[in-house]
């Protein structure tokens, strides 16, 4: 009786991590750590922490990359050892052993596209090195400009600007809840960041980037370290290698490089 009662133990156990693995991923594009509207593809040996997915095309999942919950899309291609702990969700999969789970149809709702008001030509500069004596104030604005190793504050509010650069380990950081939008494209250049201050939740700065007159939204560069949702469906994200993002990730195509570390939104 004690066999079978240990035996009965283990098909429960199994049908319970079965059941657990098979649930539906997110049918909100906020809610992934990786979404794409038409193609995504994440570098070898990248580490994302939430689901993955791809409305339209091809999700691609570099060599030996993690990814701790669902990877979801019409076509999943799988590199070498690559993982997707929370299952597949497909009508066709390439590479490795896994099956296509059931996909959601629609997967998620249609993405809202990112709105953006009448253009300002009150430009944002800080130089080579520099800091701004005072955050900048919630309003509309033209380009802003961080040069090399400079800092920009924001003071927290809605915001809109032309575009935004940010040089390389440069800083261009929220003091408290942000809304920024962009209309054309923002730039991060090698280990610059961008975001939440550490003295803020992730969840409260989100940056809405029409893409507008361009066809990358996000550029951002090696080391980069984002703390704060991207949101671009209209034009394409590039995440550089070995870069850092807290947050959602979303645009219409996805390029997340090597090595890169990316935790979705809270409780992802």
Request: net charge positive.
């Amino acid at each position: 009786m004690r066999q079978v009662g240990v035996w009965m133990g283990l098909v429960m156990f199994v049908v319970g991590w079965v059941g657990s693995a098979a649930a539906d991923p997110p049918g909100d594009v906020l809610a992934y750590g990786v979404f794409a509207i038409q193609d995504a593809t994440v570098g070898s040996r990248a580490r994302v922490t939430g689901d993955v997915g791809c409305l339209f095309g091809e999700l691609s999942l570099g060599q030996s990359t993690r990814v701790t919950g669902a990877a979801a899309a019409p076509s999943i291609r799988l590199r070498r050892h690559a993982r997707a702990a929370g299952g597949f969700f497909c009508s066709a999969l390439d590479g490795g052993n896994a099956t296509c789970g059931t996909l959601p149809n629609p997967l998620v709702a249609a993405p809202a596209l990112v709105l953006v008001g009448p253009p300002s030509n009150v430009d944002v500069s800080v130089a080579k090195r520099g800091k701004a004596t005072t955050p900048l104030a919630p309003g509309a604005y033209g380009a802003l400009t961080a040069g090399t190793s400079s800092e920009v504050t924001l003071a927290g509010g809605t915001y809109q600007f032309e575009s935004i650069d940010v040089g390389a380990r440069a800083r261009l950081v929220c003091l408290a809840a942000c809304d920024v939008t962009v209309r054309g494209k923002v730039k991060l250049g090698q280990a610059a960041k961008l975001g939440a201050a550490e003295s803020i939740a992730v969840s409260d700065v989100i940056v809405r980037i029409a893409g507008t007159g361009e066809r990358t939204a996000l550029d951002a560069k090696s080391r980069v370290q984002i703390r704060g949702t991207i949101y671009a469906p209209s034009a394409e994200v590039k995440l550089g290698a070995a870069a850092k993002q807290t947050g959602a990730l979303v645009g219409s195509s996805v390029s997340v490089g090597p090595r890169a570390r990316l935790q979705g939104p809270p409780g992802a």
